[in-house]
């Protein structure tokens, strides 16, 4: 499932799955108004792995851009009710991956508010367990980026470009993936799957409408549930870097089998996932396995400090006010009224 504002190549990057021959399945539009307005799944059957004897069956779900300003009605009425929709689709079908696409082509000076209230919406999708992703989408041409150094240059602007959106708050270590012409989205987005559908998810959780979370806030604060929340809170981030700790390891295994292998095309066939990384040489393997060795360190370090932490009252009373404040940054945002909300809410606003 792709998510993200509006204008940034969500169903654009759908058609890519479609034939050349076949009719665009998304409808896309030029200009600055928002296209998509209706959640809409395609089945695309038998979708090649590059450089594998592989394929798979891909459900691509496209949806509504949000937040975003409709120039016609001059306000942004539309978002809540969006991310309404989107919420309960999450919920009813839970998709393997969310991929917030961000497309560098556009930038305007309310990007960055917009991308930050969007890091934190999607905040609470991390919760339910399924993997998120971003999806750089940077439309260049191919002849640009033919050699790794102008991938690497690129990769070093983007990162600049979108420092301020908050992505990290969501996205920590290797979830962030690049597009640097529209021929890699395809591949970008396949890679992102084939590694969302390697996590086990023991602890499914549904994601919150704006409607449960107000509901839950109008309630007053309640100790015992504030508590509940920042021990998940804490247990989801544990589990995620579980997850990617189990990643690598496995990615390390695999290559390792490939490369002892005397003919790797035998032990090709169920190894995407170290394929699609680096690509099919043995340098590639050897590259993929350095990439995990690093961020193994670097994980199982984030998961002893986690594991070691303990919450008393005041990290409690903390988490909540951050969460309290971030959903009321999010409504004030799509320019919904939170006064009231917060007098409502005044324990934890004094
Ligand atoms: N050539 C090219 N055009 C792109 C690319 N990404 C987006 N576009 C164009 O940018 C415009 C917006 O793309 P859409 O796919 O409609 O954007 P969206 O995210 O679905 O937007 P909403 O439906 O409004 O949420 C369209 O004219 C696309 O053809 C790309 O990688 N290459
Ligand atoms: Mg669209």
């Known amino acids: 499932m792709v998510i993200g504002r ?18 665009d399945p998304f409808l896309t539009a030029e200009g600055i108004k928002g296209c998509t307005d209706e959640i809409t799944s395609r089945l695309f059957r038998n979708v090649e792995i590059p450089d594998t004897k ?67 919406l999607i905040k609470d999708f991390k919760k339910t367990g399924i993997y998120c992703a971003v999806l750089v989408n940077n439309q260049g041409s191919k002849r640009s980026f033919k050699r790794k150094v102008e991938r690497e240059k690129t990769k070093v602007q983007i990162q600049n470009h979108i420092k301020g959106y908050g992505i990290e708050n969501f996205t920590d270590g290797d979830h962030i993936y690049y597009s640097y012409y529209e021929d890699l989205l395809k591949v970008e987005v396949l890679r992102i799957v084939l590694r969302a559908q390697d996590r086990e998810v023991l602890d499914v959780k549904e994601a919150r409408t704006f409607e449960k979370i ?36 496995k990615r390390i295994q695999t290559c390792t089998t490939v490369m002892q292998a005397d003919t790797v095309s035998g032990f090709l066939i169920g190894f995407g996932l170290a394929i699609t990384t680096f690509g099919l040489s043995h340098t590639g393997m050897i590259l993929a396995r350095e990439d995990s060795r690093l961020k193994l360190v670097t994980l199982e370090g984030e998961k002893t400090m986690y594991e070691s932490q303990s919450i008393d009252s005041e990290d409690v009373l903390r988490h909540a006010k951050e969460e309290f404040e971030e959903f009321c940054g999010i409504l004030t945002a799509l320019k919904q009224d939170v006064t009231d909300l917060r007098k409502r809410y005044s324990l934890l606003c004094d």
């Open 54 to 120: 592989e394929t798979i069956d891909l459900t691509y779900t496209d949806t509504p851009g949000f937040p975003d300003f409709d120039p016609e009605t001059k306000s942004y009425e539309n978002s809540v009710g969006y991310y309404t929709k989107i919420v309960e689709y999450i919920n009813k079908n839970r998709p393997d991956a969310i991929i917030w696409v961000i497309n560098t082509t556009s930038r305007n000076p309310e990007d960055e508010g917009m991308n930050k209230t969007f890091s934190l």
């Open 6 to 23: 509006s204008r940034q190549g969500k169903s654009f990057i759908g058609n890519c799955f479609a034939g050349s021959e076949e009719i």
């Open 214 to 249: 107000e509901a839950d806030y109008a309630k007053g604060f309640d100790s015992a549930t504030a508590t509940k929340h920042c021990q998940e809170s804490l247990n989801s981030k544990i589990d995620s870097i579980k997850y990617d700790i189990g990643w690598h390891k």
